[in-house]
């Protein structure tokens, strides 16, 4: 799956982004992930906004 630098999927902004809720869920328990890449959301440059625009960075990009 590419990498993406800049990413910023549906999950990022509707609300349900787990690295925003991580205080959240690790009061109630849950596993908490610090990275986009870790989140089960991330789909890589497959649904990232930016791709194909730009302000896409894919990794290796310089």
């Not at 908490?32 to 990009?61: H, L, N, P, W």
Request: with cysteine; hydrophobic share 25%; proline share 2%.
């Amino acid at each position: 799956m590419e990498q993406c630098k800049g990413y910023c999927g549906v999950s990022c902004v509707n609300g349900m982004c787990p690295i925003s809720l991580a205080d959240e869920y690790q009061e109630m328990g849950f596993d908490v992930i610090r990275d986009c890449s870790d989140c089960i959301y991330y789909k890589g440059c497959e649904d990232c906004a930016f791709e194909g625009t730009e302000y896409c960075q894919k990794e290796g990009d310089i």
